[in-house]
């Protein structure tokens, strides 16, 4: 008999996150276990993107708290063997459900933040709540699934977690998949074949800093064109700021696309200026077309991923004038795509399911 698992998710708009779930569910070997998707609300692009093999649950729910009644129905109601969570807000609620109900089904949680940046800045009641959620019930989960060595010690040192239930799991990207779309060479008319191309690709928040790469431009010689791919709540806020700057014909916003990789493997580096970031995939789909990295070092797992001089460069949060700097240096040297691709060939999918197979069953074992 299969082992069922249930997936939980608040939605699947486009985010870090949710895209390592849409990898696990399409990739997960569904002839050995049954699984299924709940969602507190089902909505957002990427739900396109997930096999129609892949049964999913609507709890119809405007916010993640009031949804722990209905998660709690479905839980009693599928009796699952094992219930994997993505979210850190997902996971404190299945905690607890865990901790009151559920003691013979195996929880997994897998967090997505730097704890310390994100709870502890810009305090608010909500946080507040949260963050006691975390010291009081995160410990209660099977095992909690983090990105980088540097979100482990955060958990371990802010919420007491015993390092036994602990795994540290970077997120994987699918090279195959990445290597056919980056070839495609329509790139619409608003790409400029005649420009040095540099890209970011991510979310329009206030946390990704976009600000800074918009200095940073102006201050590079003309010849220089910066790409962004996304969208968000800043994206009005920034598009006035360029063109108060009279930039507009400098930088262009292309939206949300389906294709980034053909972006990225005709881009001379894709820039990363975010205040914290746990492990920021942007930079290994980047690093898998060939595609060099300039990148701030904040908070996260983001000196697991560059080395650098090889796949990419790391600079301080803030230091505009050096990454300008390193741009220039960068474009005089020049750096070898082929190498790139092969440094970042160990984050395969099929490493990254494996390790989930082993996870999971390990929640077999333990409830059998």
Not at 160 to 184: G, H, M, R
Not at 193 to 199: A, E, G, H, L, P
Request: proline share 2%; with cysteine; charged share 25%.
């Amino acid at each position: 008999m299969k082992k069922k698992i249930l997936f939980v998710a608040p939605n699947m708009e486009p985010g870090g996150a949710e895209s390592v779930l849409v990898k696990i569910l399409n990739n997960i070997d569904r002839s050995r276990y049954d699984i299924g998707l709940v969602l507190i609300q089902k909505k957002g692009s990427l739900l396109s993107k997930i096999s129609k093999e892949i049964r999913i649950i609507d709890l119809k729910s405007s916010r993640s708290i009031t949804a722990i009644f209905k998660l709690k129905r479905i839980i009693s109601k599928e009796s699952p063997h094992v219930v994997f969570s993505i979210i850190g807000q997902v996971n404190i609620i299945l905690a607890v459900l865990k901790f009151l109900f559920y003691r013979n089904i195996f929880f997994i949680g897998r967090e997505n933040v730097v704890h310390d940046e994100w709870l502890y800045k810009d305090i608010t009641l909500k946080k507040r709540v949260i963050d006691i959620g975390y010291k009081l019930f995160l410990k209660k989960l099977d095992i909690i699934v983090v990105q980088s060595k540097f979100m482990k010690d955060q958990v371990l040192t802010l919420f007491k977690v015993p390092e036994s239930k602990i795994i540290v799991l970077n997120n994987p990207i699918e090279l195959n998949k990445i290597n056919s779309l980056a070839i495609e060479k329509d790139l619409g008319r608003l790409w400029d074949w005649n420009k040095i191309n540099i890209i970011a690709v991510g979310r329009i928040e206030k946390v990704k800093n976009y600000q800074d790469m918009v200095d940073i431009i102006a201050e590079l010689p003309k010849i220089f064109h910066l790409n962004i791919f996304g969208d968000g709540t800043e994206r009005d806020e920034l598009e006035n700021t360029v063109n108060y700057r009279r930039l507009k014909n400098r930088v262009t916003f292309h939206g949300y696309v389906e294709n980034p990789y053909k972006y990225m493997s005709n881009s001379f580096v894709l820039l990363l200026t975010s205040t914290r970031e746990s492990f920021p995939n942007v930079v290994l789909e980047a690093n898998a077309c060939g595609t060099y990295v300039i990148s701030y070092k904040m908070p996260g797992g983001i000196n697991e991923i560059i080395e650098n001089g090889v796949n990419g460069s790391l600079l301080s949060i803030g230091s505009k004038d050096l990454m300008v700097s390193e741009i220039l240096n960068l474009y005089k040297k020049g750096y070898n795509s082929n190498e790139i691709m092969k440094y970042v060939s160990k984050y395969s999918m099929e490493n990254y399911i494996n390790k989930i197979y082993e996870i999971i069953d390990s929640g077999f074992e333990d409830i059998s």
